[in-house]
């Protein structure tokens, strides 16, 4: 576990660039400057760069420093393990998660990207014979308080999943559901109001406004992302969970979903997981490396692919683990 200093984490706007991975400061690409190491060197690994040790074990200790507390973290994660019955997948995380930002989570498969997600809005409760110690915090607030809602705290933390899953409903009523059952409504023009917006924000408004009693299930996948994302954002969360919102979708559709979470960061904290590295340099400000089941670094996310302080990391995000 560690979360560890940025002189400027959080005041990084990352815009689309080319499909590798962007330069917006002239920086060099990670994987392009693992090609190009790779290649002065013969082909042989990168050259010792006095990181951290490349076991995770001694990873573990090494690269246990201080976390750095945000001020206005939205999470705050302290020493969140996740038991599957003996069988432990969260080792020690802790990480404070910024308002109004991307955190990108990357790892090999099977690392605990997605555990640690369902830690933060109480998915993992769903899930018999899993367990969760530590401490996490949603605006100072104990999420594993008894007197805490599981219902309103999911309202709060919106979840998008790898496949589109509309309900079997009109796309209107699978955005009126949450507003609907959390009686945000007090009117059927409030309700179209918030259906009509929620769209609009999720950017799909102008593909479905004449066809707003169709079935959401008869939309296209990028069509149905963007539906399931109006779904979230229509209960007015605080944080938007996404794990790998995009593995489904063609990359026209990606670029859309891409587009829509730089909008959304504007207002919601956003944790997205995703396996492509030129996806988390794409759309996030922050990026954490997980490595069986620890939180191995995180970071402001230029830092991360330019100038990565484990060897775990760079063996990564260089292509040559995972
Ligand atoms: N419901 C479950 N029951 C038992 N073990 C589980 C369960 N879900 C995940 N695990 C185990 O926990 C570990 C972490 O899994 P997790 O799904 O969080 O990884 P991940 O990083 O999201 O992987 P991927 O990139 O493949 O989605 C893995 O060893 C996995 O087999
Ligand atoms: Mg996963």
Known sequence: MNDTPDTNAG???RSRGAPAVPTKAGV???LERAVRARAEEGGLNLKPSG???TSALEGRGAAAEAVTPLADAVFICRDVNVFYGAKQALKNVSIDIAPRQVLALIGPSGCGKSTFLRCLNRMNDTIPGARVTGSIKLD????HDPALDVVQLRARIGMV????NPFPKSIYDNVAYGPRIHGLARSRAQLDEIVCSSLTRAGLWDEVKDRLRSPGTGLSGGQQQRLCIARTIAVQPEVILMDEPCSALDPVATARIEDLIDELCQSYAIVIVTHSMQQAA???QRTGYFHLGELIEVGDTDRIFTNPRHRLTEDYITGRFG
Do not use: M, N, T
């Open 282 to 284: 794409r759309v996030s």
């Open 51 to 53: 990181r951290q040790p």
């Open 28 to 30: 060099a690409l990670p």
């Open 140 to 143: 100072g607030q104990d999420i």
């Open 11 to 13: 005041e990084v706007r």
């Open 161 to 164: 999943f790898q496949k589109p």
